[in-house]
């Protein structure tokens, strides 16, 4: 890692590393660093907070974090400072955290080091979610984000750049750098409102558009690193002979995801352009460029997971576990039964079958599923998953990583992922995940989980409003309290014991159908 950290940002990273290595985690998260920074409670990033309405200890009571047990964890034998966390695997969403907090570092004065308030401004930009559940705890978490990331109208301009390239008297060539940024900068927000599109009224997701909209204040942000005066002087449209060329390709579009496709290809060439011809201008600019472009590729990477998810379980919305029965008779006999009630997925879910046993049922359900045109999923093994022809496999937070899984399944079987909470749900839709288990919403027959370890209708709720990734709240569901899942929010629902425990399967599964077609009637 190259970033310049202030002594107190060093502090904090290594203190995210140790917390990461000491809660078993393969490489640093945001949360971690939310904890380390507010560790310290002298901080920038810790004063920041508290000015914002919350002191550090409180910080650490509603993230459930303890204070750093230093003496533990090098006893555990994870030294705090001996392992700086620079060389300690970073996810995804710490790079772009710790590369937001680099550019707004260079922004305040282009040289200056990271501070923790570079950080925790990378953590609003980045991360926000780490913060969301310190709103609820007296935090004024958009003070602190006009504070940290000023708006786009607020932003002030960066000084004007040194020396003469972009000054047009100079000479013709300065002019066409200009009109090649100016084409380079429309096209890249042009593309990107139009994907944003795409989230907002195409795939009607909260987190997607949110993100999209970032990242669209962040180039509006960069771009100020040009002066707009120059770059409108040199613009020239009707001159340009690129105008007039139009291929077959840019004419016809054959559906709404080949033009999300065609313009994060366009976005990102655009901003590939701004990088390159930046570089004539200010290294450091043409650097903000590039994180961008990277931010753009996950982007895109996430919002075709999505497209790709949404088609393949749009409209499904009962998803009925079957397993644990004594022969391949009984998952036969049940399955079918589901199916006549109207459940339109089912999950395979074995624990202690042998392998080869296990990969029978895999392939009788994926018969039985196939012909009522129902969806199979797989729980826990993606390799078996592969075999059968399923549809899609289930991952817990114990399981293989969504990464891992996806080298094994290949591109197109649909990975669904247990969530318990709310910094679960940001990781496993970052992760790629194509829906989305949503619980224990209640107590369990068929799983059992400690009172504390509940998620209850809140989190439904929460999981309603950020994401619309196809999601099925799981957990004690039945035909007695289905309606207040729906009621908070949920239009999906995965059960077991509800249908495979009751009397007359096919009865509860057509109960439980008919809650939701309702549900879903009436919005
Ligand atoms: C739709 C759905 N949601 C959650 C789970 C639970 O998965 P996991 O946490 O891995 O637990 P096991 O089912 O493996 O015991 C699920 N299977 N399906
Ligand atoms: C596997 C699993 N994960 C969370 S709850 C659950 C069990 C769902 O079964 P039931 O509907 O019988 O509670
Ligand atoms: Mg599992």
Redesign the pocket.
């Known amino acids: 890692m190259d970033e310049t950290l202030t002594p107190g940002a060093r502090r904090a990273m290594d203190r995210a590393a140790s917390r990461a290595r000491s809660r078993g985690a393969a490489a640093v998260e945001p949360a971690d660093l939310l904890a380390a920074l507010l560790d310290e409670p002298e901080s920038r990033a810790s004063e920041l907070v508290a000015e914002y309405g919350m002191a550090p200890q409180d910080v650490r009571e509603a993230l459930g974090a303890a204070r750093l047990d230093e003496d533990a964890i090098e006893a555990a034998g994870y030294g705090l400072l001996d392992e700086p966390a620079v060389d300690s695997p970073r996810s995804s969403a710490i790079r772009a955290v710790v590369g937001e907090a680099t550019a707004r570092a260079r922004a305040d004065g282009r040289k200056a080091s990271v501070g923790t308030e570079h950080l925790l401004a990378g953590l609003v930009a980045e991360a926000a979610f780490v913060l969301e559940p310190l709103r609820d705890a007296g935090l004024d978490l958009d003070g602190l984000r006009d504070a940290l990331i000023r708006d786009e109208a607020e932003v002030e301009p960066l000084p004007p750049l040194e020396g003469p390239p972009l000054d047009l008297s100079d000479s013709t060539r300065t002019v066409d750098l200009a009109r090649v940024l100016d084409a380079s900068a429309n096209r890249a927000r042009e593309g990107l409102r139009v994907v944003e599109d795409y989230a907002r009224f195409v795939l009607d997701d909260p987190g997607l558009t949110r993100r999209l909209k970032e990242a669209r204040h962040r180039l509006a942000d960069a771009l100020r690193g040009f002066d707009p005066d120059l770059l409108l002087a040199a613009r020239d449209t009707r001159e340009d002979v690129g105008t007039h060329i139009m291929t077959h390709s840019e004419q016809v579009r054959e559906n709404p995801r080949a033009v999300l496709a065609a313009n994060f290809k366009r976005t990102g060439e655009a901003l590939r352009s701004l990088e390159e011809y930046g570089k004539l201008v200010d290294v450091w600019l043409a650097g903000r460029f590039e994180v961008l472009r990277y931010d753009v590729y996950t982007l895109e990477k996430l919002m075709m997971t999505a497209v790709h998810a949404y088609r393949s379980l749009a409209d499904c919305r009962l998803m009925v576990?079957v397993g644990g029965l004594p022969t391949l008779g009984d998952v036969t006999w049940i399955v079918g039964e589901a199916l006549a009630g109207g459940a339109d997925v089912i999950q395979l879910?074995e624990k202690g079958l042998p392998d080869r046993e296990l990969l029978t049922r895999a392939r009788e359900v994926r018969i039985l599923t196939a012909q009522a045109k129902a969806r199979f999923i797989l729980n826990d093994r993606p390799d078996l998953a592969r075999l059968s022809g399923a549809d899609g496999v289930h991952l817990g937070q114990d399981d293989v990583t969504v990464r891992d899984a996806r080298r094994i399944v290949g591109p197109n079987l649909v990975i669904g992922v247990?969530t318990h909470e709310r910094a679960q749900l940001d990781a496993a839709i970052v992760s790629g995940a194509g829906y989305l288990?949503v619980?224990?919403v209640?107590p369990?027959?068929?799983?059992d989980?400690a009172e504390p370890e509940l998620a209850g209708l809140a989190y439904v709720r929460t999981v309603a409003e950020t994401t619309n990734l196809p999601w099925f709240a799981?957990?004690?569901?039945?035909a007695t309290n289905v309606d207040r899942v729906l009621e908070a929010g949920a239009s999906r629902i995965?059960?077991?014991?509800?249908v495979v425990k009751a009397d007359r399967p096919r009865a509860a599964a057509a109960a439980l159908r008919a809650a939701l077609d309702a549900a879903a009637d009436g919005r």
């Open positions: 576990l879910r247990s288990g619980g224990p209640f369990s027959a068929t799983k989980f799981i957990g004690g569901v039945d995965a059960v077991s014991a509800a």
